[in-house]
């Protein structure tokens, strides 16, 4: 299949099936936890990427052969960032329309400062965006966006967003040791998160390959201070 992979199992999306809108690596963000290694078209350059006559194609038939294989979510991820793509909005509507099976986006929250993509994402189920940092600096640092991009900029889109979107929003953080986990921007963070009002905040740290050398966790202690200042609604996963 060119545009689904998985069914992969994890504690956060229980089974997901896996479509990627977009080529391997393409993102607007080269983050040096990446798990996918260093990004290879970087861009923020917004287009059709994917044939959507042959992705939901693709969907049919997986579910025509696969009766038996129940799936918590469809998820929009992949190898780079979903929201590059003009028609995500369309794409999860049109997905909605051929199974009965929650829509998930993960995205790393840069493009929902277009209103239309965050008009796109009103028809998914779950949005897990990601929000590394609450100053400038550290948003270069963690996640090497492309020029021009804003992270005060992308928080008050994510606050827009909350405001009209009535699905669940899960917020990621990943944490890394060094660069944005020091308590002073993380209570600044809290205080961006708190005006997002995710329904859940979820702590990642890096755990396998990632695009930079040398990248690592927090320690356990750090991890669940970290915990305690995001308060109730944050889960470490
Ligand atoms: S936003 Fe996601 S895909 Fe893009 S570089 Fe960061 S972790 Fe990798």
Redesign the pocket.
Known sequence: MKYLYGPLTSRRMGVSLGVSLVPH?T?????V????GE?RVKTKLRKEYFDQEELLSEIKTWFKNNPEVKIDYITLSG???PTLDLKIGEVIQEIKNIVSVPVAVIT?SSFLTEPEVRKGLESADLVVP?LDAASQDIFNKI??PEEGLRVDQIIEALVEFRKAYRGKIWLEV?LVKGINDDLDHIRKLNEAIARIDPDKIQLNTPVRHT?LAGIKPPDKRKLNKVKEILGPKCEIL
């Open positions: 690596k993102c607007d963000f080269d983050c936890y990446c798990q996918l990004t190898s780079g960032e790393n990601s996640d090497r990943m695009a």
